[in-house]
């Protein structure tokens, strides 16, 4: 069974700090990676996807991809408290399927 | 604003009522999803839809009947509901183009109680 495996928190960090989010996946077929972000009874919303082992950076955000170790992680800089949320990790199976993580709680306190 | 436009937002219901939850994607996609998203799970995808045919059904219970007229609208009907089928359910949309990256986009959910 395809999963994606995510540690469900919650992950505390000070504001102004560094975030790290990690995921894990099992399908080694899988070839893109997306990571949402979910506010509590909100959507999931898009912030990055990656594809290419290494590094993907968009403004505060980092993705980072270890396709032989599987796992993907993110890293959010300078931590506002308007990032906490849910953050969930996907990953694409054939048929442009994607199988989610169950999410990790990030809390940045001020 | 996604362009992904669910109704209800909410729904409470009964286990004998008969109801539909209602999903409208204004991007030009081409597939569309339902997903399930209970407490402390992760999201369940229950069926798919690629150019208007279903291509996916993961052993989802019959009282949960999809339904997708054209590439922009998607219907979920419920029937005869269990109180364990209370949750939100997400559509999503995107454009499946080959090995093109398939980015979804959810809409904001309908909360559904089922009493």
């Known amino acids: 069974q395809k999963e994606v495996e995510q540690n469900s928190g919650p992950l505390s960090v000070p504001e102004g700090a560094i975030a790290s989010l990690n995921c894990t996946y099992s399908d080694r077929g899988s070839q893109s990676f997306f990571w949402y972000r979910q506010y509590s009874g909100k959507s999931p919303e898009l912030i990055m996807f990656i594809y290419s082992n290494g590094d993907k950076e968009d403004g505060r955000f980092t993705a980072q991809l270890n396709k032989a170790s599987q796992y993907v992680s993110l890293l959010i800089r300078d931590s506002q408290p308007s990032d906490s949320a849910t953050y969930l990790c996907?990953?694409?199976?054939?048929?442009?399927?994607?199988?989610f993580g169950g999410g990790t709680r990030l809390m940045v306190k001020p | 604003e996604t362009g992904v436009t669910q109704t209800p937002r909410h729904l409470v219901m009964g286990m004998t009522n008969k109801k539909s939850l209602k999903c409208e994607q204004h991007l030009g996609h081409n597939a569309m999803y339902w997903y399930k998203q209970s407490a402390k799970k992760p999201l369940e995808l229950m069926f798919v839809y690629s150019l208007e045919e279903r291509v996916e059904n993961n052993s989802v219970p019959s009282r949960f009947s999809p339904e997708c007229p054209n590439s922009s609208h998607l219907f979920l009907h419920l029937h005869t509901l269990q109180p364990e089928d209370s949750a939100l359910y997400l559509c999503?949309?995107?454009?499946?183009?080959?090995?093109?990256?398939?980015?979804?986009?959810f809409g904001a959910g309908t909360r559904l109680s089922v009493l």
């Open positions: 996907a990953a694409d199976n054939a048929g442009n399927m994607l199988t």
């Open positions: 999503a949309s995107s454009q499946v183009r080959g090995t093109a990256i398939n980015i979804q986009y």
